[in-house]
């Protein structure tokens, strides 16, 4: 019988991960360069390596692979670089500018920084197209569209080039004639052009948030359609059976042509899948709360997941630009190996958020630069191997690391250099703390109550320290740790959603079987959609929820409820829903208070069989010599001690003073093989830095169980 | 405990400013009326025993300067009558506070039986009580015709809940359900703020703290005396001119004399004589007033505390004056009215110390307050329209400034409220929130758009109360910017009524019925330099963006457009007009 594959592609800044699933239960880890000029090609010359490193073709690859499955950073990339299609948008006259009006607000943290820009409109105010017409509140039509200004704006979009039209009314979620009568005239008007429609992409009440959605989405929906095509194209081509699946920001999976019309969904596509590969690595301890972390290069990405569901936001501003579709909370902050150490305009020393990149890069890569950064101090400290990194291909100069933290931090601090190291050390670890915190402790979760999972490559160095700082006793750590999100790819499942608005108290039956009406109406254009790509009864799962408030409160929060009939008698089920969670959020309830809901929601999921979980044998691995002169780790046979490669100094201490601890060989460890800390362990593509406190324990699932001693 | 850690001392920092985000954000998703939670007018800070403020928020500027003389009045009333569970309310202007509607929530927080910091709260009701709903009166003569006076007065004694009290103050104002809900989210966010430091105390103990604290303290103040040492020494004058806002005692000069003498900075006001109208600013209003003046200037990057204004002092000119009023004047539109053209003289002492560092103006704030009755769900209704006050910002010495930003007074911080939530809460249909072409103020940098916001009321007459000015002097630009079209660069509002328009350039109680509109125009931002140094593809860019009008291109910039279709622009008159 032939091998079978998954294969998740995960394009980063930097790198693009690739993770085989093998139906061994081998996992793979391979990273290949991002391209972000032809994103293809990085996806060529991953297979590449693939393909030499098993010695097969890469269409034998990808024609035994079950699924293809592609995270892509193409939209983010479009919209922090502002290079997504023209647009043009019709709106109600009136209105044209609330994009560019944002509510009033400018952002907090630059509110005495005369030199903070405006930010740039995906639309100009030329191409915003007021149209006279008006539905009010209660769905009625207030003004009648004036059909000859959606002619007009037409003429002017072709005359400017529009490539991509979005159109957003007033009250469009609650009658969307005006919108639907709009779309078909500039169908016919503009053949050919990409279009979205404001009520049927999205449509939740809140004007702004569902304009500028739109808006984002038809800015980006040409590129994405381009590149869904190419990737689509190249994977046929190799033989794939079945059509790529794309990862989407609210942490599921979508086929290309779902990906090239809700494009809006792809643009935090990467990080979006820690959290169920956070909630599958733990899942052989019994674990449903998990904090994700992730630090890479320059960034740090927080993930929450609470009683294995998974925090997700709405309504947020996404690189300055409001965007109301579901996506996986992710806390981003400017903490990552390469952010720098300065001391402020206050004496005080601060890490990031600029970061040296891969370009130059810390000092310690001997690329020229200057700046000290996150990796100089944990190399100063000895967590990072002085002999460099990736297996000692990737080489690191310490005395470099030493000479910057010298000069721009300890001396001007006057500290000696271990203290300034260890105390970079410190606020890159209280800044990233302060960011679980807004996770965590700032949405109602107890942190003490989670545990930390740790993915990219150098969180490892930081990950019991963040722990400590936490009160968190329980961390694990994959050995795959590095490629985590793609892993976490591989493994999620097709995912969509659906939304209606019907602002009412829930006050009687009638307002239950609006409802449930509602919910059926939306819940079968899901079904419909996922039967269409081959899911069956069996295999779609719905979930339900609404958006909730107090009769008199304006901010809702999101209420998951049930698959129960909601009627007359349950109605009180669904309030009691309701409380409940404004008890754990804000630490109250108003009982006695009239509950409304404003929007309803159900989430569909098309269940895709998961991969062969990883598998670690049991027992210290020991080298064997093979006949053709070169030797493999077998597993077992071994003592602990066979997998201790070195030992080094190491600081773990606000005053400097340095430990002597074992270094351990990932490679060979076994499940079941416990140590105590301090200690170091290195992976190819990670680090691990165990304090002292904490023990390890390498477990039969690929992870590494870290637990704090009692 | 001598030496200061620089390590913790970061950490203590970070937990101080984190401590202040925690609170606010539990205030805005909790809180009941959108004056709070959808524009978020309200403001957080953290004080020690002194009690002096040891962070500063940056939610609403206008609040956290005047949140230092209140928490100071408060802490005096109670002297050592302080205990652990005690919760105290006021808003009254006589004891530091800023305008009435602004209700302050003071938690003294006790640490193994001492006291050791405030947690203090700051935000606008909807409803204060009073004769005219929402607060502003513009036909009141004293602080009595205005609203509920509430002197410092503990809610809480000792962890006891003194309901009779609340009930006192709830029954005397409008939307109870409503007020009640918002007194919830302040004082949840005082304790929310309490937990975060007690935190801290278990972890650092109360002597590192401490030291920490200081630390803070004095790095501020060590900031701030670097930044007026680099101010040549010498005494500068700025004077900026109140309009007369439609009480008919016209026009006021407001100045404002900087002494800068090495590291040190003395500011004083002159204003004339107080005024029964509701423009009267109390003491507690007016250090806000200067102290953002002063921080516009000084640019420096948070956090901000007390410290920073150790080295400068203040002095408001004789009691009984506009901008040290004394009891009982009438007050409650000087968050804006005086405020913004106190900060104006502020900021032209300081362009005349150094003239590269200056901006230009944003557009002052002349807003509106509706009230009525919602047939929907057969309540009273009354609020505050945020977006009436949303005004464009003022140019840079490097950039444009911002559109509908404003006031500047609130910095960016209010958000104005998504248009169909307001419709959803409040029985009205918003015709229009916009940009208005011609609002910026001309310059090499122009200033930001104002905007204007039309409403109907949906099938109840409406109460609208307008407060404010800017509706005669544009927003003062600076380094030479002026603006020839001034009418459409000031405030007005039009009532639109059986198809007959009505501009109003005054404080007003007007009532709207259904199918008539009013709309609220609010001034755009001062430009910066000289506008016939605009590029002039930028000024185009403007005009196809209808930002300026063809007319406006000529008159304030001095280009001139041949042809309307192509934007084409006529080389040669242009020059001999720009020249």
């Known amino acids: 019988m032939r091998t079978k594959y998954r294969l998740g592609i995960d394009a980063g800044g930097t790198f693009t991960d690739f993770v085989l699933a093998v139906d061994t239960g081998e996992v793979k880890l391979y990273k290949s360069l991002s391209t972000p000029a032809g994103p293809t090609k990085a996806i060529e010359n991953g297979l590449a390596l693939i393909a030499a490193d098993l010695g097969v073709s890469a269409s034998e690859i990808v024609s035994n692979c079950d699924l293809c499955i592609n995270g892509t950073t193409v939209g983010l990339n479009a919209l922090i670089q502002h290079k997504g299609a023209k647009v043009g948008l019709i709106c109600t006259a009136g209105h044209e500018d609330s994009i560019e009006i944002r509510l009033g607000h400018k952002e907090d943290g630059y509110r005495y920084d005369p030199e903070y820009p405006a930010a740039v409109m995906l639309v100009p105010r030329y191409l915003r197209k007021g149209i006279r017409e008006r ?7 207030h003004t009648p569209m004036v059909e000859d200004d959606v002619r007009a704006a037409c003429r002017h979009f072709l005359a400017e080039g529009v490539e991509t039209v979005a159109i957003s009314f007033v009250w469009s979620v609650i009658n969307p004639a005006h919108e639907r009568r709009a779309a078909e005239m500039v169908r016919d008007m503009m053949p050919g052009t990409v279009l979205t429609v404001g009520s049927e992409l999205y449509p939740q009440i809140r004007e702004y948030t569902r304009t500028s959605t739109a808006v984002t989405n038809a800015y980006l929906a040409p590129i994405l359609r ?18 790529v699946r794309y990862f989407q920001s609210n942490g599921g999976l979508a086929v290309g042509q779902v990906m090239s019309d809700r494009s809006v969904y792809a643009i935090n596509s990467g990080p979006a899948s820690a959290p169920q590969a956070g909630l599958f690595v733990c899942e052989p301890f019994g674990k449903k709360n998990v904090i994700t ?16 569901v998974t925090n997700i936001n709405k309504n947020i501003d996404f690189l300055r630009y409001r965007i109301g579709v579901p996506m996986i909370q992710v806390e981003t902050l400017g903490a990552g190996g390469g952010s720098i150490g300065w001391i402020d305009s206050m004496g005080l020393l601060q890490m990031g958020p600029q970061s040296a990149g891969a370009s130059p890069g810390p000092a310690c890569y001997g690329q020229g630069g200057a700046e000290p950064t996150v990796s100089d101090a944990n190399l100063v400290l000895g967590y990072l191997n002085p002999g460099g990194l990736l297996g000692g291909t990737f080489p690191l100069d310490k005395s470099k690391a030493e000479a910057a933290i010298r000069t721009r931090i300890a001396e001007p601090l006057g500290l000696t250099l271990e203290r300034a190291a260890y105390g970079m050390f410190t606020i890159v670890n209280s800044n990233m703390v302060n960011g679980i915190r807004r996770v965590s402790v700032e949405r109602g979760y107890d942190p003490r109550d989670f545990v930390l999972v740790c993915a990219g490559g150098a969180t490892g160095a930081h990950i019991t320290a963040l722990a400590r700082e936490m009160g968190i006793d329980t961390v694990i750590v994959p050995k795959l740790a590095s490629g985590l999100c793609a892993y976490g790819q591989i493994i999620s499942d097709v995912k969509y959603n659906y939304m209606a608005t019907s602002p009412m108290r829930l006050e009687d ?21 996922l039967e269409a790509d081959g899911f069956t009864h069996e295999t779609i799962d719905i979930k339900r929820s609404l958006d909730m408030r107090y009769v008199g409160q304006v901010h809702e929060c999101t209420v998951d409820i049930g698959n129960f009939v909601i009627d007359g008698q349950s109605l009180d089920q669904v309030k009691e829903a309701f409380h409940k969670r404004h008890e754990e959020l804000y630490t109250y309830s108003e009982r006695h208070n009239a509950v409304e809901i404003v929007n309803i929601e159900a989430t569909l999921f098309g269940r895709v069989e998961k991969p062969k979980p990883q598998h670690l044998d049991t027992g210290t691995a020991i080298r064997k010599s093979l006949k053709n002169g070169w030797s493999k780790l077998v597993p077992g046979g071994g003592g602990l001690k066979d997998a201790i490669k070195a030992t080094r100094p190491l600081i773990f201490s606000a005053d400097g003073k340095a430990i002597e601890a074992p270094v351990y060989d990932g490679s060979r460890l076994g499940a079941g093989d416990k140590f105590a800390g301090p200690a170091v362990i290195e992976e190819v593509t990670t680090t691990i830095v165990i304090e002292p406190g904490w023990s390890v324990e390498p477990h039969a699932s690929g992870s590494y169980l870290i637990t704090r001693d009692v | 405990m001598g ?5 913790t001392l970061s950490v203590v920092r970070g937990i101080l400013e984190t401590t202040q985000r925690e609170m606010t954000l539990s205030l805005e998703k909790t809180a009941r009326s959108s004056v709070f939670n959808l524009a978020h007018d309200y403001s957080t800070a953290l004080f020690n025993a002194k009690p002096e403020m040891i962070l500063q928020g940056q939610d609403i500027p206008i609040h956290l300067g005047s949140l230092i003389p209140a928490m100071k009045a408060v802490a005096k009333y109670f002297g050592d009558d302080i205990h652990e569970g005690d919760l105290i309310l006021h808003n009254d202007p006589a004891y530091g506070g800023s305008h009435a509607i602004d209700t302050c929530m003071y938690k003294p927080m006790f640490y193994k039986g001492k006291l050791k910091y405030w947690t203090v709260c700051k935000g606008h009701l909807t409803d204060i009580g009073g004769p005219v709903p929402a607060g502003y009166n513009p036909n009141a003569k004293d602080i009595y015709a205005e609203c509920l006076r509430i002197p410092p007065v503990k809610i809480w004694d000792k962890g006891k809940p003194r309901n009779d009290v609340l009930n006192l103050i709830f029954t005397n104002m409008r939307a109870r359900r409503d007020q009640e809900g918002d007194f919830n989210a302040l004082i949840g966010a005082c304790q929310v703020g309490e937990r975060a430091l007690i935190r801290m105390l278990d972890k650092y103990g109360e002597d590192h703290a401490e030291v920490c604290i200081n630390e803070l303290l004095n790095m501020a103040d060590r900031q701030m005396r670097a930044l007026i040492k680099g101010v040549p020494d010498g005494i500068y004058e700025g004077m900026a001119i109140l309009e007369d806002a439609g009480h008919g005692f016209g026009d006021f000069e407001i100045t404002a004399t900087v002494t800068i003498k090495d590291d040190g900075c003395h500011i004083a006001i002159k204003s004339p004589p107080q005024i029964p109208y509701f423009i009267n600013s109390y003491e507690g209003n007016s250090h806000s007033g200067v102290y953002l003046g002063l921080m516009m200037f000084a640019q420096l990057p948070p956090p901000y505390n007390e410290g920073l204004y150790r080295c400068v002092s203040l002095d408001f000119g004789p009691k009984g004056t506009l901008c040290n009023a004394a009891e009982p004047a009438p007050h409650m539109n000087c968050t804006t009215t005086p405020m913004e053209t106190l900060t104006d003289a502020v900021r032209l002492a300081f362009e005349k110390a150094m003239p590269s560092k200056v901006a230009a103006s944003w557009g002052h704030a002349n807003g509106c307050n509706i009230a009525g009755w919602d047939t929907r769900h057969n309540e009273e209704y009354v609020t505050m329209v945020l977006a009436s006050i949303i005004s464009g910002a003022g140019a840079t010495p490097q950039q444009d400034g911002w559109h509908a930003v404003g006031p500047e007074c609130c910095f960016g911080a209010l958000t104005s409220g998504d248009i169909e939530l307001l419709e959803h809460s409040y029985p009205i249909i918003i015709h229009k929130y916009a940009l208005m072409t011609d609002s910026c103020g001309a310059g090499k940098f122009r ?11 949906l099938d109840k007459d409406m109460t609208f109360i307008t407060f404010g000015e800017g509706r005669r002097i544009p927003a003062v630009g600076a380094a030479g910017a002026r603006s020839k079209m001034v009418e459409r660069k000031v405030g007005r509002i039009e009532f639109t009524r059986s198809g007959k328009t009505e501009v109003v350039r005054k404080n007003v109680i007007e009532t709207v019925k259904p199918g008539d509109r009013a709309a609220n125009m609010n001034p755009g931002g001062g ?10 593809e930028k000024v185009v860019w403007d005009i196809k963006n209808g930002l300026v009008s063809i007319e406006g291109a000529r008159e304030d910039y001095g280009v001139v457009i041949r042809d309307l279709t192509t934007l084409a622009v006529d080389q040669a008159a242009t020059q001999a007009l720009r020249e």
């Open chain 1, 135 to 141: 539905v009010i509140s209660t769905g009625a039509i």
């Open chain 1, 226 to 243: 381009k590149y869904v095509a190419a990737v689509d194209t190249y994977f046929r081509q190799l033989g794939a059976k079945n059509p």
């Open chain 1, 293 to 308: 972390v992730d630090m890479g290069g320059t960034s740090f990405d927080i993930t929450l997941v609470k009683d294995g």
């Open chain 1, 509 to 529: 039956e009638a307002s239950a079987v609006k409802i449930e009406q509602l919910f059926r109406q939306i819940e079968a254009g899901g079904i419909a959609h």
């Open chain 2, 3 to 7: 030496k200061v850690d620089p390590i």
């Open chain 2, 447 to 457: 200033g930001g758009s104002g905007t204007c916001w039309e409403v109907e009321p």
């Open chain 2, 527 to 536: 430009g910066y330099g000289n506008p016939f140094e605009r590029p002039v």
